[in-house]
């Protein structure tokens, strides 16, 4: 499997962007995918997940009412909608997939199986 991650960008505070990841490969073994960000400094950090059939999504509490996930099936694509953005939210951003058939994992870096390059989004204040 791999994962193409895109959208990133500089956006003033209170602006929005919508990240792309784009599965290729052996999609059909995909359980879940999820996004993280690592800003400089610190650790990697979960932000989302969703399931690939879109049956159990979860965010961080740090983003949870902003942000977004979604997928799109037919395109094999998974969306992060990112909205009332924050300088917090600065961050490189990478997609990761995995194929363990059970939400316990997905929250954790190590869940995951597949990982995408990062894209970076930068907001300012």
């Known amino acids: 499997v791999q994962l193409q991650a895109s959208g990133g960008g500089l956006v003033q505070a209170g602006g929005s962007l919508r990240l792309s990841c784009a599965t290729s490969?052996?999609?059909?073994?995909?359980?879940?995918v999820g996004w993280f960000r690592q800003a400089p400094g610190k650790e990697r950090e979960f932000v989302a997940f969703?399931?690939?059939?879109?049956?159990?999504?979860s965010y961080s509490d740090s983003v949870k009412g902003r942000f977004a996930i979604s997928r799109d099936n037919a395109k094999n694509t998974v969306y992060l909608q990112m909205n009332s953005l924050k300088p917090e939210d600065t961050a490189d951003y990478y997609c990761?997939?995995?194929?363990?058939?059970?939400?316990?994992?997905?929250?954790?870096?190590?869940?995951?199986?597949?990982w995408g390059q990062g894209t970076l989004v930068t907001v300012s204040s």
């Open positions: 969703t399931t690939w059939s879109g049956g159990s999504t």
């Open positions: 990761a997939a995995g194929r363990t058939n059970s939400d316990s994992y997905y929250h954790l870096s190590s869940g995951y199986d597949y």
């Open positions: 490969g052996r999609t059909f073994s995909i359980y879940a």
